[in-house]
């Protein structure tokens, strides 16, 4: 359903050096097959929601190209097209800032009806009726206003406003992270019986990793605007190849005190991205990399043998084949 191909998204910066830009996403390649859910993961600053907000066509393409069900979603001057509008909607990760606070809860749920839709009147509150039901929610939030409602509700409305055209993708930022531990169990849950009942696709981005393995069959790992691992949800979490994966997972707090970490926990802070490192991204704070090889060689995708991608230059070429003959390279 959505290909996302060697995509690069650049924004000008005010201030420092002149010409100088923010490169928030450097060619990001994903793929996302119909009712599947792809987790997008990372650290705050990775370039997660650059991604989603560019594959609806809220942010410009510097470079690549995003396809929605083997078509082109910008024409030949980049603009995005407007038809694909209604098949693909975004669940923003703030449910309180997402609605307008002057608006009632069916205004909110109307507006994509009364811009893509003839309905209005009876007809157009009777949609909303039934959005607001499938979400959960009863007739009496009709005419009450966001500051009327918790945050779970609101969350729900939110969901409403982005089912109400039937799309055939979600785009999901955060969907649960201003919310209370118990209403984020209570949205996740809600989410994946919506997504049974409606046939819907998910780009799930989130850096709550235990979320994202309840919710999504896929992964994948995103470092400084690129992706560093993908690949089938319990397998890059059982087994993570990449040290950024590793060192994601390890940052999880275990259950027993005790209990010993698999790998060392992130150190220092991420990378500007207006200044990128040489080489690998990562190299500057991995416990691994190569003095001389990851600070200076541009590292490319490799493929496991369990389907698996990896962007490290310990899976490439003579690094790898040193490395297993060392005993070095954990089990695929």
Request: glycine share 8%; with cysteine.
């Amino acid at each position: 359903m959505l290909e996302v191909l060697d995509l690069d998204v650049n924004f000008a910066t005010k201030s420092g050096k002149k010409g100088a830009v923010t490169r928030a996403v450097n060619g990001v390649t994903l793929t996302l097959e119909k009712g599947n859910s792809l987790g997008l993961v990372g650290e705050s600053g990775s370039g997660k929601t650059t991604v989603g907000r560019t594959v609806l066509g809220l942010n410009h393409v510097s470079a690549g190209k995003v396809m929605f069900d083997g078509e082109r979603t910008r024409d030949k001057a980049g603009q995005f097209k407007p038809r694909f509008r209604s098949r693909a909607q975004m669940v923003f990760q703030d449910p309180h800032s997402a609605l307008n606070p002057r608006m009632t809860i069916l205004r909110s749920v109307s507006e994509p009806l009364i811009l893509h839709t003839k309905l209005r009147g009876a007809k157009l509150r009777q949609r909303v009726c039934e959005l607001l039901e499938i979400v959960g929610l009863q007739q009496q939030f009709l005419y009450r206003y966001p500051h009327e409602l918790s945050g779970g509700q609101k969350q729900r409305v939110c969901i409403a406003r982005a089912i109400a055209l039937n799309p055939e993708l979600l785009v999901l930022d955060e969907p649960t992270s201003a919310l209370d531990v118990s209403v984020q169990a209570q949205i996740l849950e809600f989410l994946k019986s919506i997504q049974k009942q409606l046939d819907l696709t998910y780009l799930f981005i989130s850096h709550n990793l235990a979320v994202v393995r309840y919710v999504c069959n896929k992964t994948a790992v995103m470092y400084l605007g690129q992706i560093v691992e993908q690949g089938d949800t319990e397998e890059v979490f059982n087994n993570p190849q990449h040290p950024y994966t590793k060192a994601l997972l390890a940052a999880v707090p275990l259950p027993k005190s005790g209990q010993p970490r698999r790998s060392t926990p992130l150190q220092g802070d991420i990378p500007s991205p207006v200044n990128l490192p040489k080489g690998c991204f990562f190299h500057t704070r991995c416990s691994e990399a190569i003095a001389g090889r990851c600070d200076n060689k541009p590292v490319q995708n490799t493929t496991l043998p369990d389907g698996r991608q990896v962007r490290c230059v310990l899976f490439e070429g003579d690094v790898s084949q040193a490395r297993e003959t060392a005993g070095l390279v954990d089990p695929v």
